[in-house]
């Protein structure tokens, strides 16, 4: 079998098409057509996530406020820089130690894509004195 130099096989084309689409949050149904069950998934499929002790740390430490309860009038940041969208006062969201907010939802999805720094400024969630690895 001989390939044009610069042709991709599909399966390839797929997987990179359903990866930019979980990227974006958006997901593809989990019945796998018949071409790609026989063939084992590529490699790049692989995501790894923050483990459920870390997350769940982060959550104890780090409390859901609602943006009213802060006197969101004198805040300085009145949205949230990951959805760009204003925090409602009755917005439910978390205050970084760095200082920044974000909505919960926002910052729920930034730790799913293994993210554990602030999304503006990338301070560590948690401690530098804190050794646990959060994977």
Not at 5 to 11: N, T
Not at 17 to 29: E, K
Not at 41 to 63: C, M, N, V
Request: glycine share 6%; net charge negative.
């Amino acid at each position: 079998m001989s390939r044009n130099f610069g042709e991709v096989p599909f399966d390839v084309f797929a997987g990179i098409v359903r990866t930019i689409l979980h990227i974006v949050g958006i997901q593809v149904s989990s019945s796998p057509s018949p071409d790609i069950s026989q063939n084992p998934p590529e490699p790049f499929e692989f995501h790894l996530s923050p483990s459920e002790g870390f997350i769940e740390e982060f959550r104890s430490k780090t409390p859901t406020l609602r943006f009213g309860s802060m006197c969101g009038f004198k805040l300085p940041q009145h949205e949230c820089c990951v959805c760009l969208t204003k925090f409602e006062p009755e917005s439910e969201i978390n205050s970084l130690s760095c200082g920044h907010l974000f909505h919960k939802v926002c910052l729920e999805k930034w730790l799913d894509y293994w993210n554990i720094t602030c999304p503006l400024c990338r301070t560590p969630f948690m401690p530098q004195d804190d050794t646990s690895c959060p994977w």
